[in-house]
């Protein structure tokens, strides 16, 4: 996305993220009911490295088709994205609903109520991030910014600009 350049895209930040995190993110995105798109991409992902039928990978079970998934050796944005979206909304509501709060956003578990979101001032952006980086790890707060950044440019451009976004993006991991 050429609003966010410097940012990290969402299959470096996968590739970056530990194998803790990634099976975590496998086994959200698999149960996420919002990402069909993004699984059929997977299924015929794993489908053409492993010769399967493409029925035959979809009807595996959850821990093949996660194990299936963490041994492509890419994937497309969009499973990334999605990966990233998953690993969020299934591990960082906590972390996610500080950010929001600090930023007076209401919020639902959160996530965001208004559709119609403006994009928050930079200050108050940069106060919110300096709070949630004192309450959480560097490196879930860079993940979960540069998350933001791509599912959302144009509200969350601001935070492009701060060091959180870059201090701690994850170090890439040797496959």
């Given amino acids: 996305m050429p609003d966010a350049p410097a940012t990290p895209r969402p299959s470096q930040l ?58 492509l050796p890419a994937v497309s944005e969009a499973v990334a994205a999605r990966l990233l979206v998953a690993y969020h909304l299934a591990h960082q509501r906590p972390m996610m609903g500080r950010f929001l709060d600090a930023l007076g956003i209401a919020h639902e578990d959160g996530l965001i109520a208004d559709e119609n979101l403006a994009a928050p001032p930079p200050d108050r952006l940069r106060a919110a991030a300096q709070t949630l980086a004192s309450s959480c790890p560097a490196d879930e707060v860079s993940l979960y ?28 991991q040797r496959s």
């Fill in 14 to 71: 996968w590739k970056r993220l530990s194998p803790d995190r990634k099976l975590q993110a496998a086994e959200a995105f698999w149960r996420d009911e919002n990402a069909a798109s993004e699984q059929a991409d997977a299924i015929a992902a794993i489908a053409q490295r492993i010769r399967f039928r493409v029925k035959s990978v979809h009807a595996m079970p959850l821990e093949k088709k996660v194990r299936q998934l963490l041994a």
């Fill in 145 to 172: 910014f540069s998350t933001l950044l791509w599912q959302d440019p144009e509200t969350w451009s601001s935070l492009a600009d701060l060091p959180q976004v870059r201090e701690s993006t994850p170090a890439p």
